[in-house]
């Protein structure tokens, strides 16, 4: 929400549903796109090109305007929305799953730089959960073996 807001955000975040390249860029989620037969050395060649994170840039200005929007929704706006968003999916996500609440956590961080600690720290602990680790297993386990 802190890169493309929180309306686009929350059906991404919430639900896992899958978005292709074009609309990922028209969020704003990836730079670019580019053909496979060129994609080593485009990628080299936007590499170079990028400054560090911290530098100014367009793309830099760009995330921290997106992200001051968000930030700038007085905190009872800001408030009301993450409510509708949680009351809107706490019933599909929430009930046995730990990482509805860790996301709706994160969302709750008013500050920027917080908020990208919090989704870090938040997304390593679920990683390494437990149940991560079962669901990752029924997962495989789910998919149909091809020989």
């Not at 059906?11 to 994609?39: H, M, R, S, W, Y």
């Not at 009872?76 to 990482?99: G, H, K």
Request: with cysteine; net charge positive; aromatic share 8%.
């Amino acid at each position: 929400p802190r890169v493309i807001g929180l309306k686009d955000a929350a059906p991404l975040l919430f639900t896992g549903d899958k978005i292709n390249a074009k609309k990922a860029l028209e969020l704003g989620l990836v730079d670019q796109l580019t053909e496979k037969t060129g994609l080593i050395s485009t990628a080299c060649c936007y590499i170079l090109q990028q400054k560090r994170i911290n530098d100014v840039s367009s793309k830099t200005a760009l995330l921290w305007k997106k992200a001051k929007n968000f930030l700038g929704m007085t905190q009872f706006t800001r408030n009301q929305a993450l409510e509708r968003i949680e009351s809107r999916i706490s019933q599909r996500v929430f009930d046995n799953y730990c990482a509805g609440e860790t996301l709706m956590n994160a969302l709750k961080q008013a500050e920027f730089k917080d908020g990208l600690v919090a989704e870090r720290a938040g997304l390593c602990n679920l990683f390494y959960s437990e149940q991560s680790r079962v669901l990752r297993h029924l997962e495989c386990t789910a998919r149909e073996m091809k020989w």
